[in-house]
């Protein structure tokens, strides 16, 4: 089983839409919260593939070496706020056993949080305030508004790593290699049994299929950067900036 953190998968969204995408792909991403959605290994393996070979050895020239082909519109996951939710133990803006039954999906938790820092500064109680916003509904919409600019971003790095070589080293670009080298870092057993070696998996043109496997998760991060209130009211709290990681978890496909 292996985590994949893909810090070219980091975003950041005001009401400008301004997203900062991180350029070194070493450490974990963090965030204030964590929402969950299973995806199949079948539906997450199909956006990359790569190509090696044992020809020329040598690395004078880097024409014939590994190369990253990526495909953006094999990217799976459509929607995120209403479709993510955030897990039990994934700093809920409502945590504990007594809501569980409430939809805790990040336009709803987004709101709750909203509202627990503007009348409670951060505190679980202020979370029962939102009934106090007379825009709640324009407020998820908000959110999920956001869900297009999310897939368009993803959708831009992946076709934006498509022929790159593996010499490329920039995390914020190479996706390919990000990945292929977390799997070397942390899942080496698929190297050792040529799971991913396989020459009856390769096509036509050479390139091997990159197959995620149950227990795998691809994490990215968006945070949310509030409006700042073209009329506060005073004595109340401002809204702070929430960020969320988005993470998919790969399960087996059905039988």
Do not use: C
Not at 32 to 60: G, H, P, Q, Y
Not at 97 to 102: A, R, V
Not at 130 to 154: H, M, P, W, Y
């Amino acid at each position: 089983m292996t985590t994949y953190h893909i810090e070219a998968f980091d975003f950041e969204f005001t009401a400008e839409l301004d997203p900062t995408i991180h350029r070194e792909d070493a450490g974990v991403l963090s965030a204030n919260s964590t929402a969950e959605l299973n995806v199949t290994e079948t539906d997450i393996s199909a956006w990359l593939r790569f190509k090696t070979d044992a020809v020329d050895i040598n690395d004078l020239t880097n024409l014939d070496d590994l190369v990253f082909k990526t495909n953006s519109n094999a990217w799976p996951v459509d929607y995120y706020a209403n479709a993510f939710t955030v897990a039990e133990d994934g700093n809920r803006a409502l945590p504990g056993n007594s809501f569980n039954g409430l939809d805790h999906t990040v336009e709803y938790d987004r709101v709750r949080w909203i509202a627990r820092d503007v009348f409670a500064n951060g505190d679980v109680a202020g979370a029962f305030g939102v009934d106090l916003f007379n825009n709640e509904s324009a407020l998820r919409a908000d959110i999920k508004s956001f869900d297009t600019n999310i897939l368009g971003q993803i959708k831009t790095k992946i076709a934006a790593a498509n022929g790159l070589l593996m010499n490329n080293t920039d995390a914020n670009q190479n996706i390919g290699r990000a990945v292929l080298l977390h799997a070397l870092n942390n899942a080496t057993g698929r190297f050792t049994n040529a799971d991913l070696l396989t020459n009856s998996d390769r096509d036509d043109a050479g390139f091997y299929p990159f197959s995620f496997k149950a227990g795998d998760s691809i994490i990215l991060k968006v945070n949310y950067v509030p409006k700042k209130a073209s009329e506060p009211i005073t004595g109340l709290n401002d809204v702070s900036e929430h960020s969320y990681l988005y993470k998919l978890n790969v399960v087996a496909d059905p039988e």
